[in-house]
């Protein structure tokens, strides 16, 4: 099973931090991991007539980090947590500073809550999605109106093996990756895991048109076929995965399976409200062998109708193009 290491939160200071906290200090405790928190302030400059790095300019953000960091210790006192947590202000444009956290440190799991309420209407060109599209690490959006236990846990997988041949392995470790994150956390949040697939039957509607006007019963058959080809996929990949569990893991998951015909990016949200899944474990580059400039469409398109919480999930070997040094 997945098992994270070393994870970092992050807290909005104008929001309740309390539903990030406690999915954190879980979190590590459940995998005996190391945990650090950290809040981010904006930079101060200079105002009108005041010269940049001058004295005033430090003072003000002197006070800004010193109120930052008494409002971070009060949210840590206020969970009551064993665990031995790490905490750090960070100074900086927010998405920069907290990539360049997990790169300082080998983050393995970034988890925050999204930066407002009405995220999946604001989610485009903030933080998050730059968190989305360049975080080395899995992030984790976690809703503030999300069950402290999760119910329903939902991993979206591809097993279409029509990519290119040179992509086939790197989609392959994904998939892994997302069920074994999603079967780690089904596991100790005793959660129902589903696994959806979605798939489509290429050329059947020209099939069916006026022009190629194939017999109903071949172009039934040709769907049929490919369904049968996608399903097998999903059953390769499940079996592969469950042969590494033990028994009484594999006994409690038994994982659900959902083979859809239908585009993923109507396919996926719809499943998931008709789930009402707490959760989305999902891979968010749509190409692989890229620096992760952008994270493809079928992944925002979803995202952007997802109404529940998010773990996205980066192929190994992804390369961001954020550098510690600024």
């Known amino acids: 099973m997945q098992r994270f290491k070393n994870i970092l939160a992050v807290i909005e200071l104008k929001q309740s931090p309390d539903r990030v906290l406690a999915r954190a200090v879980s979190l590590a ?3 005996q991991a190391k945990l650090s928190v ?3 302030v904006p930079e101060i400059t200079a105002g009108i007539g005041m010269p940049e ?6 003072q003000l953000q002197a006070a800004a980090i010193a109120d930052a960091r008494q409002q971070l210790e009060q949210a ?8 031995a947590v790490q905490t750090a202000v960070l100074v900086g444009t927010p998405f920069l500073e907290i990539i360049r956290e997990v790169l300082r440190n080998a983050h393995d799991l970034l988890i925050k809550a999204p930066e407002d309420p009405d995220w999946i209407e604001r989610l485009f060109g903030s933080d998050d999605m730059h968190l989305l599209r360049k975080c080395p690490c899995p992030v984790w959006l976690v809703k503030d109106a999300s069950a402290a236990s999760y119910r329903r846990i939902l991993a979206a997988v591809d097993v279409d093996a029509d990519h290119p041949a040179s992509e086939l392995p790197v989609r392959h470790q994904l998939n892994i990756q997302i069920l074994e994150m999603a079967a780690s956390l089904a596991l100790s949040d005793f959660a129902e895991l589903h696994v959806v697939h979605a798939w489509q039957a290429i050329g059947e509607n020209a099939m069916r048109g006026p022009y190629l006007a194939q ?4 172009v039934d058959e040709y769907v049929e076929q490919t369904r049968d080809i996608h ?3 999903l059953n ?3 079996d592969e995965l469950t042969s590494r569990w033990d028994v009484e893991a594999g006994k409690y998951l038994s994982p659900q399976k959902h083979v859809i015909k239908g585009l993923p990016r109507r ?12 959760l989305l474990v999902m891979g968010t580059v749509g190409r692989t062998g890229v620096p992760g400039l952008f994270i493809g469409n079928t992944a925002e398109t979803i995202l952007e109708q997802i109404e529940c919480s998010v773990l996205a999930v980066k192929p190994e070997g992804f390369r961001t193009p954020v550098s510690v040094d600024a």
Do not use: W
């Open 267 to 278: 396919e996926i949200p719809a499943l998931a409200r008709t789930l009402e899944a707490d």
């Open 231 to 233: 399903e097998s996929g």
């Open 38 to 40: 950290v809040c981010v």
């Open 53 to 58: 790095g001058g004295p005033i300019s430090a």
């Open 236 to 238: 390769g990949l499940l």
């Open 76 to 83: 840590i006192g206020s969970i009551g947590s064993q665990t």
């Open 29 to 31: 405790k459940n995998n």
């Open 215 to 218: 017999p109903d019963v071949d």
